[in-house]
């Protein structure tokens, strides 16, 4: 059994919120034997710390010596589907004794109707009155079809929100599974309820909150606490830096943190090309966009190689840190909320970040092309042309589609210079990705039908799926036809299948004979839900490249 703490220290807060991950089989749950401790690297504005230590040992200290009159401070929230509820009296006897709900049921009894599929109960709650703490049980949905992931991940952060309560500063959560592989999405869900980011102010603020998450496994096999800790840093960075508005994180901020990266991961090298040296590069796309903004775009390139590698990846973000929609202005409503137009390039470096930590046997690189899309009198107009790293001229008939145009400058980088195998690109492109797959799936081009295939098992494993979109450049690629440059940069034609005609815009600006498998990830619903960033697709792009 395994205990994972994650601190996250809230800015404007002097109190760290403390996320614990208690992680064990009930085939081992006696072991006495701690197993260590890891600290992960800290992301802007907060303090990360993982410790491993022995989680029987806690809960022992806890409900062991407590009595009728002991005050227990901590609540505690057992969950599962209701099939693991049915042989699970190791996890609900040591509360027996100690809470009731006030209808004279028995922990026992309430745990059985749960297990019931037809019972009608879903969840109950037990409290300890005067002497403080509450144990709740909560079933989770388990009907899923093939598109799901291998468990219902969107229950978690809406059972969080219901039943933990900000009033106790201590809780323990149980999460009843069915195997291992159930582990990583359960894990990355629960920690997405739990964003680091915050600017609130007051006592609630400042209330210190320790929330321990233990899993209890059927099947007997080890939790790999390592890939745990790997993937939950990796999603609540990505969250993190998409959460922070343009005013605390801006282009520069971008730089900085890849520089830590690039100083504290081994065998990391970082480029950086910015302001005027992108124009005079020939990167038309991203100086373009990006060329009014008080602070300059960039493109960042982390690289990482190491010896014996066979096969390269190049991982593409979108990084527009605020788009205003340029001259093509967006209505209030539509632009509020537009700091997660960086939400590519986010998980891009989250995921990039995992990779290395997770002794990746291929070369990877991450290019960030970061930027912001504002209005003064040097910014990109529609009717202007401009020419592309790849070759290409492109004449713009729509300034708010400016990801394409960056992540154009950023493909024909990666396929002219770094030679990859696969080329991944990650982006909050298209509002047409919402008609795909919502705010729960992400929208997926790919000129390899094997690799398609790996990536939505790998989405459906992480927990953050995907779902296939037609690819059909012959078709596609002929609406961007420009009377006077070799594309336009918008296909006027709402009526087409706006999200992969996007994608093969991108993919065009891929160095001529280039033979790699282009693979776009179109995250615009999922990445930003609920005026909250959810640090979608940090977990898919390392699972997929894993």
């Not at 102010?201 to 606490?225: I, M, R, W, Y």
Request: proline share 5%; hydrophobic share 40%; glycine share 10%.
């Amino acid at each position: 059994k395994f205990h994972y703490h994650l601190y996250a220290k809230q800015r404007g807060s002097k109190n760290p919120i403390k996320i614990g991950f208690l992680l064990h089989s009930i085939f081992n749950c006696f072991c006495l034997t701690p197993l260590g401790t890891f600290h992960s690297t800290s992301t802007p504005n907060s303090i990360t710390m993982t410790r491993l230590t022995f989680g029987k040992t806690i809960l022992k200290e806890i409900l062991g010596t407590a009595s009728s009159n002991t005050t227990i401070p901590a609540d505690f929230l057992i969950i599962g589907e209701r099939a693991r509820f049915a042989n699970v009296s190791g996890v609900y006897e040591p509360f027996s004794a100690l809470f009731e709900n006030g209808n004279g049921e028995s922990v026992k009894g309430v745990i059985e109707k749960l297990a019931q599929e037809d019972s009608g109960v879903d969840h109950a709650h037990f409290w300890r009155g005067e002497h403080g703490g509450r144990v709740t049980f909560a079933t989770i949905p388990h009907k899923r079809s093939r598109n799901d992931p291998i468990i219902r991940v969107d229950a978690f952060k809406g059972l969080m929100n219901k039943h933990i309560s900000k009033k106790n500063p201590q809780t323990h959560i149980f999460n009843l599974l069915e195997s291992s592989d159930q582990v990583l999405p359960v894990a990355t869900a629960i920690a997405k309820a739990f964003p680091r980011y915050s600017r609130k102010t007051g006592k609630a603020a400042n209330v210190p909150q320790e929330v321990k998450v233990d899993f209890v496994l059927s099947d007997g096999q080890n939790v790999d606490f390592e890939a745990v800790e790997i993937g939950t840093h990796a999603t609540l960075t990505a969250q993190e830096l998409v959460d922070k508005p343009p005013a605390d994180f801006h282009v520069p901020d971008m730089i900085t943190h890849a520089k830590n990266l690039a100083s504290t991961l081994p065998g990391v090298t970082i480029k950086i090309i910015e302001g005027e040296d992108l124009r005079k590069g020939g990167f038309g796309g991203i100086y373009g966009v990006g060329k009014a903004a008080t602070q300059p775009p960039a493109l960042i390139i982390l690289s990482y190689t190491p010896e014996g590698a066979s096969k390269t990846y190049a991982m593409v973000g979108k990084g527009i840190v605020y788009d205003s929609g340029g001259m093509a202005l967006k209505s209030c409503d539509n632009m509020f909320g537009m700091k997660a137009d960086m939400g590519g390039s986010a998980a891009v470096v989250a995921g990039f970040e995992a990779l290395v930590k997770s002794k990746f046997q291929h070369n990877a690189h991450a290019l960030l092309c970061m930027a912001e899309n504002c209005i003064n009198e040097r910014a990109m107009r529609n009717d202007d042309v401009l020419n592309m790293y790849s070759g290409k001229t492109v004449e713009v008939n729509n300034t708010d589609a400016e990801g394409r145009l960056v992540l154009a400058d950023g493909v024909a980088y990666a396929s002219r210079h770094l030679k990859p195998d696969v080329i991944v690109t990650m982006a909050t492109l298209t509002g047409a990705q919402a008609f795909v797959g919502g705010n729960r799936f992400a929208a997926i081009l790919c000129s390899d039908s094997t690799t398609e295939t790996t990536a939505v098992h790998a989405g459906r494993t992480i927990g953050e799926p995907v779902f296939p979109m037609v690819y059909a450049p012959e078709y596609l690629l002929p609406l961007f036809r420009s009377e006077i440059a070799d594309l336009m940069n918008s296909v006027k034609d709402r009526r087409t299948p706006q999200s992969s005609a996007a994608g093969h815009f991108i993919e065009a600006h891929c160095e001529e004979g280039w033979k790699g498998v282009f693979c776009h990830l179109d995250i615009a619903g999922p990445a930003f839900v609920e005026r909250r960033a959810t640090g979608w697709g940090a977990g898919l792009v390392w699972k997929f490249l894993m």
